[in-house]
């Protein structure tokens, strides 16, 4: 009966998060750390990166991917069904209603507007989530380095996603062994 209740929570909070937030991944990010880490104290806020780093690391949708790993995390394959389903139900509903109306009023100059309005607003909610991700991830200068890096080769060089992260990835370990031989060559 308590693991009921536990997946009904999982649903409940991730149909919230996902019907209430939009512009994909990033903007839901503070969402997810108020009802996770604050709300619930599902996760600790570190862990709560972890599982959005992954979700991002993996194939397809990240608002997807972070509710699987989190619903893992807290009632395994269970708890990840159980936060998916939550996180897609609101998107499957909206996206029905939408494509039955929107046809007929897709030429329409208000709504071209407003869906104009709402571009920026999510712009500026991504902007918001890169600023406050940036101030709890990018603690050294190492970290500030890779940053910098991978924006330049997304940028500038086109580098694919993929070997963003991969490249990513060896630096923060070749970083790390080079941080752990530095404070054994201090304790000596």
Same mark, same amino acid.
């Given at each position: 009966?308590?693991?009921l ?18 512009g994909?991944?990033?903007t ?17 806020e ?38 998916? *389903?939550?996180?897609?139900? +609101?998107? @499957?509903? =909206?996206?029905?209603?939408? /494509? ?5 009023y ?12 709402v571009?920026?607003v999510?712009c ?30 997304? *940028?500038f060089?086109?580098? +694919?996603? @993929?070997? =963003?992260?991969?490249?990513? /990835?060896i630096?923060?370990?070749?970083l ?13």
């Amino acid at each position: 009966m308590k693991r009921l209740k536990i997946l009904g929570e999982l649903y409940w909070a991730f149909l919230r998060i996902g019907g209430l937030t939009f512009g994909g991944g990033l903007t839901m990010l503070p969402m997810l750390e108020h009802e996770l880490v604050r709300k619930k104290q599902w996760l600790a806020e570190e862990e709560l990166l972890d599982c959005y780093a992954i979700g991002q690391c993996t194939p397809g949708i990240i608002a997807v991917n972070t509710a699987t790993f989190v619903g893992y995390k807290k009632e395994k394959v269970l708890g990840g069904i159980f936060s998916t *389903l939550g996180m897609i139900t +609101p998107s @499957i509903v =909206i996206i029905t209603i939408v /494509a039955m109306f929107l046809r007929n009023y897709m030429n329409n100059i208000w709504l071209q507007h407003a869906l104009g309005g709402v571009r920026g607003v999510v712009c500026a909610l991504m902007l918001n989530t890169v600023f406050n991700l940036g101030k709890k991830s990018l603690t050294c200068k190492s970290m500030w380095a890779v940053c910098v890096v991978a924006f330049l080769l997304a *940028l500038f060089i086109g580098v +694919p996603t @993929i070997g =963003i992260v991969v490249l990513a /990835a060896i630096a923060g370990i070749l970083l790390d062994m080079a941080d752990q031989k530095k404070k054994g060559g201090e304790e000596a």
